[in-house]
């Protein structure tokens, strides 16, 4: 049996990171015409196992897996307005970040959107009207108040995406409150579907 190398456990920060490159790709959807996630099992991979024994799910799973299923169709051109915060390298850099993607066929939209403050939770409000939906609606979210929390061998369901109970839809107005260090997944799909 091989040593085990580069095998890393990837915390609740390592999943908001990530969930923020997705986005990223989303935004640039008109760029790039390949995404790839190289290892899936065990070396540096959202999904981690033991010779003959369990498996379970890194937290970078949840992001990965919610994208995969939910953004189809069409990348939306979202304009998030944001407060913003300094860093040293990259300048003003806003505090919440989203993207949304719309099914021409199914009328299905996802939205999917990061809090990067480290302290305080944000209310985002989404104006959903220009998408014509009469739609059923659920939120989920990946956050800890541990933002070094992961999923080990021993506690392999610590870290999920849970629904978010603060998503309120009024009309075509959605609201939901995003915990600090958060990764949200909202989606939308026709009644009945």
Same mark, same amino acid.
């Given at each position: 049996?091989? +040593? ?41 991979? +959202?999904?981690?196992?033991? +010779? ?10 949840? +992001?990965?897996?919610?994208?995969? %299923? ?25 505090? =919440? ?16 959107? =990061? ?74 799909? %026709?009644?009945?579907?």
């Amino acid at each position: 049996m091989a +040593p085990r190398l580069l095998e890393d456990a990837y915390t609740v920060a390592d999943a908001v990171v990530f969930g923020s490159l997705l986005i990223s790709l989303l935004k640039h959807a008109d760029r790039v015409t390949s995404a790839s996630l190289a290892q899936l099992v065990n070396v540096i991979a +959202p999904i981690m196992t033991e +010779p003959g024994g369990p498996a379970w799910r890194q937290t970078t799973f949840f +992001p990965f897996a919610a994208t995969a %299923k939910h953004a189809v169709g069409t990348s939306l051109d979202v304009r998030v307005q944001s407060d913003r915060y300094e860093t040293d390298l990259y300048g003003s850099v806003p505090i =919440v970040d989203a993207v949304a993607t719309h099914h021409g066929e199914t009328g299905a939209a996802a939205v999917f959107a =990061v809090n990067r403050s480290q302290e305080d939770e944000v209310e985002v409000t989404i104006d959903v009207a220009r998408l014509g939906l009469h739609t059923a609606l659920r939120a989920r979210t990946l956050s800890d108040t541990d933002v070094e929390a992961a999923n080990t061998l021993h506690d392999p369901n610590r870290i999920a995406l849970l629904d978010n109970t603060t998503v309120h839809r009024d009309g075509s107005v959605v609201t939901i409150v995003l915990p600090p260090v958060s990764w949200t997944e909202i989606t939308f799909t %026709k009644d009945g579907l």
